[in-house]
């Protein structure tokens, strides 16, 4: 169900996977859980080594992985050399970007927690992250025209359609959903049930609450159910694919034309992190010779 979208927006360079396989932490982590540690998988008594799946790893993904690496420390060497760092209000300015892209903190705690990456492999990204824009800032250059046009181009996407903000409780199985609407009816809080009885653990510590959604953010069974609610009205069972959910309608907002005035600054930071993402290539041909690189993994 699209509760909430589902992926956290992607910086210029990403180097982790590659750097865990260059490592062999992944490797590594494999084996400690053999008994005997080179050994990473059998096939009918026939071992897979940690040597042969690292060798087969540097195949797949070792040019790749050394490429990242250079450019990350091509990046690192630039910023010392221009004496650019990144403080601590620059990171907590990229976490509220991704927070309120989640719906808060523990929702994308909680969305981290089920990928591969660690808070500290996300904050190294935007480290890296916000060193490339300072880095390639005096070659961006935009314009109040430049803004007016996209704005223009783009203003349907702007444009406030109606929202609902409703909170959930979702259950597997029709019986429970009854004793739970029971308990509702008998005044029991909605709040403190959603975080006993609901299976969306995305949002069950917050009350099953979802924050503000419009149409075509959500199941189509249950957006119709949401919007037919009023503020403060509690839903019958909802049946989608993923179970059985009791909604809770808590605000709504009417639809509203987007006024450019409203939306200028967040074009600007749009337009300026595709520009630097046009020139990163560009920029990166640029500097490399300035840089003594030497591949073993080729060279060897």
């Known amino acids: 169900m699209k509760l909430r979208l589902s992926k956290v927006k992607r910086n210029i360079i990403t180097c982790f996977v590659i750097l865990t396989i260059i490592s062999g932490v992944v490797i590594v982590g494999y084996a400690n859980r053999n008994t005997e540690l ?6 009918d008594g ?9 060798d087969q790893m540097l195949k797949l993904s070792g040019q790749q992985g050394i490429n990242a690496l250079v450019s990350q420390k091509i990046i690192e060497l630039e910023a010392k050399k221009q004496k650019i760092a990144v403080n601590k209000s620059d990171i907590d300015k990229e976490l509220d970007k991704y ?23 996300v904050t190294n ?27 223009e181009e783009n203003k349907e996407t702007f444009d406030q359609k109606k ?24 005044g029991e809080d909605f709040a403190k049930l959603a975080k006993d009885y609901s299976t969306d653990v995305v949002t069950k ?9 419009s149409s075509g953010q959500m199941d189509e069974e249950f957006e119709k159910a949401a919007f037919a609610l009023d503020v403060g009205e509690t839903s019958k069972l ?7 959910h009791i909604i809770k309608v808590e605000d709504k907002k009417d639809a ?17 992190e595709q520009r630097v993402e046009a020139e990163y290539e560009s920029w990166l041909q640029e500097v490399s010779p300035q840089y003594e690189i030497k591949n073993y993994l080729v060279e060897g």
Request: no cysteine; net charge negative.
């Open 163 to 186: 929202q609902v903000k409703a909170s959930h409780i979702l259950v597997e199985n029709e019986k429970t959903a009854n004793d739970i609407l029971k308990k509702l009816s008998d």
């Open 46 to 54: 026939e071992k897979i080594t940690k040597d042969e799946l690292y």
């Open 38 to 43: 080179n050994i990473v998988a059998s096939v």
């Open 99 to 121: 927070y309120e892209y989640y719906g808060g903190k523990e929702a994308f705690s909680q969305a981290l927690s089920k990928s591969a990456y660690s808070e500290a492999d």
């Open 256 to 272: 509203k034309e987007a006024k450019y005035e409203e939306h200028k600054n967040k074009i600007r930071e749009i337009l300026f």
């Open 238 to 244: 909802v049946k989608t694919e993923y179970g059985y």
């Open 205 to 213: 510590e917050d009350g099953g609450d979802l924050g503000f959604f």
């Open 125 to 151: 990204e935007m480290e890296m992250s916000i060193k490339i824009r300072k880095l390639l800032a005096p070659r961006v250059s935009i314009t109040e025209e430049n803004i007016k046009t996209y704005f």
